[in-house]
């Protein structure tokens, strides 16, 4: 019901910076939960940060926190990921995700739609 597609992703230096789309089709926003997430190579997918729409009440895994901004765009029906002070650890490929459901949540499984990814690669 809801498509979901990523963009903005590169390849940037430590420090650096990216800035994350990620545009909504399909079922109107209002009641969901949207995140991204990032899966680093040979790793676990992992919780970055989400916000919920209705209330724009947002969320951030420790390791982003004061790095990273989500915010949402009601016009575009997009979500943002800004990504600031980029470090090497960032490297992974990032998700967008939304849960149909207006609460916050981490756990990957409680996410329905998901995008495609798209890299971010931190060089240091």
């Known amino acids: 019901q809801v498509q979901l597609v990523e963009s903005g992703g590169g390849l940037v230096q430590a420090g650096g910076s990216l800035r994350l789309s990620c545009a909504a089709s399909g079922r109107s926003l209002s009641r969901y939960t949207m995140a991204w997430f990032r899966q680093p190579p040979g790793k676990e997918r992992e919780f970055v940060a989400a916000?919920?729409?209705?209330?724009?009440?947002?969320y951030y895994t420790d390791s982003v926190k004061g790095r990273f901004t989500i915010s949402r765009d009601n016009a575009k029906n997009t979500v943002y990921l800004q990504m600031n002070s980029l470090k090497p650890e960032d490297t992974a490929v990032y998700y967008c995700?939304?849960?149909?459901?207006?609460?916050?949540?981490?756990?990957?499984?409680?996410?329905?739609?998901w995008g495609q990814g798209t890299q971010v690669t931190v060089s240091s």
């Open positions: 995700a939304a849960d149909a459901s207006a609460r916050f949540t981490t756990t990957c499984q409680s996410y329905d739609y």
């Open positions: 916000i919920v729409w209705i209330s724009r009440n947002t």
